[in-house]
Each structure stands twice: as structure tokens, then as C-alpha cells.
């Protein structure tokens, strides 16, 4: 992966947002501001102060968003919406570092709710994807039953499966037995 450590993490947080979305084929994930504080701390997102139903509804949109910079059909429509988004975000680099994370840089502009917080940390990363041509990297799982969005990490760009102990199994036993009974 040609990915910083930062990055890496950032491209996380976005894969995990966007299945939470019942459009990623398991119902919603963030059905609550509880849920949305579970998600901070799954991500250890620094910097959130209280969350009330208004983050939760811009989180809401803002994963509609990156879910279609994700699954867009080609790389200049993936480059036209993530600059709308980034258009509409207030960004501030600066140097952080906390909670065991070695020193990294910040986007999102001081004071920044939480769902600006992510359109810059996370749309910086995946523009930084797009500039290093990496963008055949984001993928949907092959899977017929489910649309779970991932990072394919591999080196030679072979994953398919969003989880190769959940679908990737599934659908190796599905293989196998179709073979059985061929
Ligand atoms: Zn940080
Ligand atoms: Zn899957």
C-alpha cells in the first residue's frame, strides 16, 4: 500500500462510514447520536465536542457523498465530486498528536462539526488517492448480497470481497458446493 499511516487510518474511517449506510446493504448503521458517538470512538476522531441530531444528519449526507465519490464511474466524475465537497469545507492543516497516533496532519479547521471534521481529514485522503492514481483501489464487494465498499490494500490490486472471513468464505463454500453439484 503506497498509503501513509494517516491516510491509511483516514481511508478507514471512510470505509466504516459508508457501510453504515443501509445503500451498503446492512441496514443503518447510524440510527442514533449514540451510534454516532460509537463510530468517534471506534475512529478515536479527536477534537468532538457534544453531537446532537443535526451532526447526525450532516454525517448522513456527507457518506451519501463519499459513497459516490466511491462508486463513480470514472475517475473525472470522481474528481469533480470530491472537489464540491472539499469546495464547501473549511480546511486548516496543522501537526497533532494524540492518543498514540505519531505526529500527522490535521485538516479540518478549528471549531469544525463533526461531519466537516471528516470531509476534510477523509476527502483529503481520498483525493490524495485520486492524485496517486490509486482509484481502482476503491472498491465494492463482489458479493451478490452485499454492497460494502473497502480499500483494497493487496499489492497486486487482486481483493474482491469487502471481508475475506465473511464474504470471502461465503463465497468460497458457494463456489464449492456449485462445483459439488455440477
Ligand atoms: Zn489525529
Ligand atoms: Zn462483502
Known sequence: MPFSHDMVHSLATVV???NTS????????LGSVEDLRAFVRRHVISGVEDLGADDLSDVRALRDAFHEVFVAPDRDTAVSLLNTMLGRTRITPSLAE???????????????SLAEHLA???????????????RERLRTCAAPDCSHVFVDESRNRSRVYCDSRTCGNRMHVAAYRARRRA
Open 98 to 112: 494524540h492518543d498514540g497516533f505519531s505526529l500527522h496532519v490535521h485538516y479540518f479547521a478549528p471549531g469544525a
Open 120 to 134: 476534510a481529514d477523509c476527502g483529503v485522503a481520498l483525493a490524495h488517492v485520486l492524485v496517486e492514481d490509486e
Open 16 to 18: 466504516d462510514l459508508i
Open 22 to 29: 443501509p445503500a451498503a446493504g446492512t441496514g443503518e448503521g
